[in-house]
Every structure is written in C-alpha cells, then in structure tokens.
Nanobody, 118 residues
Framework: QVQLVESGGGLVQPGGSLRLSCAAS????????MRWYRQDPGEQRDLVAMITTGGTIDYADSVKGRFTISRDNVKNTLYLQMNSLKPEDTAVYYC????????????WGQGTQVTVSS
C-alpha cells in the first residue's frame, strides 16, 4: 500500500519558519520525481517546488529564495524548508510523487495545513 504522509504544518507568525516532511512508503522512492503543491480553499492546486530523481530543483517564483526543497532517498522522505513566511503562504500543502518513467503513475499525500498569521 502506497502512503505519502505529510507533517510539520502549523501556525506561525509572519517572518517565521516551518519545515514540512513527507514520508513515503510502498514505493521505490528514488524512482519518483517529488513535488510540493499548495491549495487555498476554492482555488486550484499550485506547484510550489519540485526535485527530480536526478536532483534537478525548481521553485515557483513566489517562493524562490525563501523555500528549499530536499529529499533523502535513504529515509524515503521529502522536505520543504520554509523561511520568511508570509500570510499569502497560508494553504494546505500536498506532497506528490510522480514516477520518472511510467506516465500517469503518481500519488498524493493527504495534505498539511500551514497558516501564517499574527
């Protein structure tokens, strides 16, 4: 059974930091490109950051210089270090695993709420 379990969300003041984790099980983690998405209620799910199996990294313009994505293929875990948080970063953050070769093979986590507010 495939599971992606996010953790690390919560309430933080503007300017603060959080570190999200996504623990994967039931997949060969190193065969999957990994992504973080976020979604506000009633809005579409937007890509925040991605890291490929080969280590290529990209970020949405809105988080460049503030967020850092990383992965640990031994611990089968994806991370998102979020610094200098802004109220507009408030959303549910989702972990996504997409196979590097098999089209349409992807999995989603259940999401973790991040709220940035004073």
């Amino acid at each position: 059974q495939v599971q992606l379990v996010e953790s690390g969300g919560g309430l933080v003041q503007p300017g603060g930091s959080l570190r999200l984790s996504c623990a994967a099980s039931g997949i060969i983690f190193s065969d999957f490109d990994m992504r973080w998405y976020r979604q506000d209620p009633g809005e579409q799910r937007d890509l925040v950051a991605m890291i490929t199996t080969g280590g290529t990294i990209d970020y949405a313009d809105s988080v460049k210089g503030r967020f850092t994505i990383s992965r640990d293929n031994v611990k089968n875990t994806l991370y998102l270090q979020m610094n200098s948080l802004k109220p507009e970063d408030t959303a549910v953050y989702y972990c996504n695993a997409k196979h590097k070769l098999i089209i349409n093979l992807q999995y989603w986590g259940q999401g973790t709420q991040v709220t940035v507010s004073s």
